[in-house]
């Protein structure tokens, strides 16, 4: 992947100072912990002792200043690049091919633990976009736990993770996010599903933008299959199947790892983000 290290982005928040490690106020519940025991398992990090040692309390700040490799120093400025490179597209692509005007998110770089206007913003719940205050927020630390799963962590890999982010926030523009909300408050039985349908989503639109990324030079065939690594190893029946050796396609809320793929792929090929209706061919998917 081509790109030029350099600062940090003015949309990017860098909290790894003052974001303390643990889980943040309160108990987290039977589900909660299994999920930290499969966390634990995958990665090989004791979230488990962490969280029974704490109290499930942890402080929240530290004002000490933030300290880091080079390694971790240059996968700030590769997210803080690919951050800029995103929505600097999707700023002419957005208007063109949905008739809407695009705003910049915000990146949240945070070690541990920091809140967000969802919630809590832990480590261990990997990256994620909250549409409540339009951010995305990461622990750089993911790709360490991406390469313990098997995924690539090369530089259009990590590209990759970050678009999808920011394919959430393409969503939430176009009231996507909130009609799959009400859709699943009208139909409980069916949130799995759509929510599979609303990551596939976010995949393809990450495909979009690397349509663009590849039209410029940026990116080659070597990068793609690295980005398609990363969105196999973070495939529903993959993580499933490394957490406790079997598959349940009913429980899965991102979607397979094959799904992922074809995703990236097809946004990846067209550069339309109207090839990217996984409402639309609800039909044909299998979930």
Not at 67 to 89: G, I, K, M, N, W
């Amino acid at each position: 992947m081509d790109w030029t290290p350099g600062g940090l982005s003015r949309d990017v928040e860098d909290r790894r100072g003052s974001s303390g490690g643990g889980f943040g106020g309160g108990g987290i519940g039977i589900v909660g912990f299994i999920f930290l025991v499969i966390i634990s398992l995958i990665t090989g990090r004791n979230y488990i002792g962490s969280y029974l040692t704490g109290g499930g309390r942890v402080a929240t700040s530290n004002s000490r200043p933030a300290t880091s490799s080079p390694a971790e120093d240059r996968s700030a400025q590769l997210v803080s690049y690919v951050l800029d490179d995103v929505q600097h597209e999707w700023e002419t692509v957005l208007p063109q091919e949905a008739h809407e005007s695009y705003r910049h998110a915000k990146l949240v770089l945070f070690r541990g633990y920091t809140r967000s206007g969802c919630g809590a913003a832990q480590a261990q719940t990997g990256p994620f976009y909250c549409p409540a205050d339009e951010k995305v927020y990461i622990d750089l630390s993911f790709w360490d736990d991406l390469r313990r799963i098997g995924g690539s962590t090369a530089d259009f890999a990590q590209a990759y993770v970050i678009a999808h982010e920011l394919g959430h926030h393409v969503q939430n523009i176009l009231g996507i996010d909130q009609q799959m909300r009400q859709l699943q408050a009208r139909n409980p039985g069916a949130k799995n599903q759509l929510s599979v349908m609303l990551e596939l989503q976010a995949d393809c639109l990450a495909g979009v933008w690397a349509h663009t990324a590849a039209q410029r030079g940026k990116i080659d065939q070597t990068d793609v299959k690295d980005g398609l690594s990363a969105a196999a190893a973070v495939g529903d029946d993959h993580i499933q199947k490394m957490s406790r050796g079997a598959v349940s396609p009913e429980s899965f809320t991102h979607g397979s790892s094959a799904q992922r793929q074809s995703w990236f792929t097809r946004g990846l090929q067209s550069g339309d983000i109207n090839q990217c209706n996984t409402f639309q061919t609800r039909s044909n998917e299998s979930f």
